[in-house]
């Protein structure tokens, strides 16, 4: 009994669903529209973070980015924007957003990212 509760469990968890994650929005930095580089992770628990794609905006700071993931319960994407604004010359920022979970399988539409913010998880790279 114990058995057969144990195998129907790992059937159930070891049901891995392709889920795809878009992230749309402009960054900007001072008021105006900035050029950014933008790349998509998913976080796991124990493996390192899966990079899924990445783009780089275009002059309007404008960009959308897409990527999937075949997983077992929910994927947990994030976006990494790596960009100059505020940042220390020859510096560059890394911020970090989570894409609400509600999103998932749909589009996070950011519309526009101040860059000026500095996010939870914020890292300046010279
Ligand atoms: C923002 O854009 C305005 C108008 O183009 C420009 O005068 C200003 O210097 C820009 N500010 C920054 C911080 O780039
Ligand atoms: C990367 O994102 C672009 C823009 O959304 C999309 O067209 C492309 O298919 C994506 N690539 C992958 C591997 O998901």
Redesign the pocket.
Known sequence: MFNLLLLTCFVFLGHAELQHSTVRGITM????R?TAKVELYEADTLDPDDFLNSTITNSAGEFELSGSEDEIGSIDPYIIIIHQCNAKNNCYRFSKYYVPQSTINGVYEMTFISLDIITADDRERC
């Open positions: 930095c001072s008021k105006n900035t």
